[in-house]
């Protein structure tokens, strides 16, 4: 059993910053990826990064050279530096773990950003 723990989130201007956490706890070491994926109002939800065990990292296009994924492994915790943010960038921000034939989504984190 995996457990998320988001933060990080919050209001801010746009072309400001903000750094998202997720702490991983339970089995960690099943983990074989984790990512962030964000859901607008009335909007599904989209890619926002991942990163493999090995640290290998994929980003959706709308968010290339803005935000970057990182992970402490002491910490068992992922980071999303999310920079350069746009209006367009509002919306709930989730972590997921996966591993091989399940996927654990955290509690959600709003990322607000004022125009």
């Known amino acids: 059993q995996v457990q998320l723990v988001e933060s990080g989130g919050g209001l801010v201007q746009a072309g400001g910053s903000l750094r998202l956490s997720c702490a991983a706890s339970g089995s960690i070491f099943s983990i074989n990826g984790m990512g962030w994926y964000r859901q607008a109002p009335g909007k599904p939800r989209e890619l926002v990064a991942t990163?493999?065990?090995?640290?290998?990292?994929n980003y959706g296009n709308s968010v290339k050279g803005r935000f970057t994924i990182s992970r402490d492994n002491a910490k068992n915790t992922v980071y999303l530096q999310m920079n350069s943010l746009k209006p367009e960038d509002t919306a709930v921000y989730y972590c997921n773990a996966v591993s091989a034939g399940w996927s654990k989504w955290g509690q959600g984190t709003q990322v607000t950003v004022s125009s």
């Open positions: 990163i493999t065990r090995g640290g290998s990292t």
